[in-house]
């Protein structure tokens, strides 16, 4: 986990504001801060919604628009929402410290009959993750050429 937000970091270090709502190409409208804004998010859905069972309300997206994490990016708070992303995967790590992988918890969400155990919940943010860093990575590239982890 800690390699995979360190990465999606590194992929927005010495960007501008601007440069980080950079949309990839036609007709995407995917952004890094875009995916930033999607990973605070699903952090929070995730480890503390699920895992914690918290009673929260996503950051940016509603029921009303549901995608708004990656679509309101124009006016966005870029050091805003980046700082925001750090302190929600803070909250994630600290929320989850205790949790035994086995331990089974309930959906909330659009199922609310299933169940999943925390090791599910991890590797499914690992797999988030990765597919976004690989999001991330041509993002970067497409802005100013620079490629890696």
Not at 6 to 34: D, F, I
Not at 123 to 143: K, S, V
Request: hydrophobic content about 35%; proline content about 3%.
């Amino acid at each position: 986990m800690e390699f995979h937000r360190a990465t999606l970091l590194m992929k927005c270090e010495g960007l501008s504001a601007e440069q980080l709502k950079t949309r990839s190409v036609e007709p995407s409208s995917l952004t890094l801060l875009g995916l930033v804004r999607h990973m605070s998010d699903v952090e929070r859905g995730w480890f503390r919604r699920h895992a914690v069972r918290e009673d929260l309300e996503f950051q940016y997206s509603t029921e009303e628009e549901p995608d708004a994490d990656f679509l309101n990016v124009e006016t966005a708070d870029a050091t805003a929402d980046l700082a925001h992303y750090v302190a929600e995967c803070q909250l994630s790590r600290a929320a989850t410290a205790s949790l035994s992988l086995d331990e089974v918890v309930p959906s909330r969400g659009h199922h609310p009959e299933r169940t999943r155990n925390i090791r599910w919940i991890y590797l499914h943010m690992i797999e988030e993750y990765a597919r976004h860093n690989g999001h991330a990575d041509l993002l970067r590239e497409r802005i100013d050429g620079a490629v890696g982890d």
